[in-house]
């Protein structure tokens, strides 16, 4: 390859559900609501590859709610083991 390739830009069709969740709920809705920059950019790529609003956004939930829990775990094996970072700032673990 040269770099001088053209190519050529081929609209997706998107089916009529995609198309009202995509106007029902734009970037800056999502963004404001509190959904990650990142995570709204990944849901809107899927949704223009074809993959349902719902399964899409459910894959990323599940995702964020896998991420939260081994935050959530972590901190608590921390506390429990004394971290440093933790009792420094009184806080205690509770389950």
Same mark, same amino acid.
């Given at each position: 390859?040269? #770099?001088? =390739?053209?190519? =050529? ?5 998107? #089916?009529?559900?995609? =198309? ?6 734009? @970037?800056?809705?999502?963004? #404001? ?9 990944? @849901? ?13 956004? #459910? ?7 896998? &991420? ?17 970072? @933790?009792?420094?700032?009184? &806080?205690?673990?509770?389950?």
């Amino acid at each position: 390859m040269s #770099g001088n =390739e053209i190519y =050529e830009v081929v609209p997706i069709e998107l #089916g009529p559900e995609a =198309e009202a969740h995509k106007r029902a709920m734009p @970037l800056q809705r999502l963004v #404001g609501n509190g959904m990650d920059f990142a995570d709204v950019v990944e @849901l809107y790529a899927r949704v223009d590859r074809g993959q349902p609003w719902a399964e899409a956004a #459910g894959v990323l939930g599940d995702r964020n709610s896998a &991420r939260a829990e081994q935050a959530l775990t972590s901190y608590f094996d921390e506390a429990s083991t004394g971290s440093s970072d @933790l009792t420094r700032t009184g &806080r205690t673990a509770q389950r």
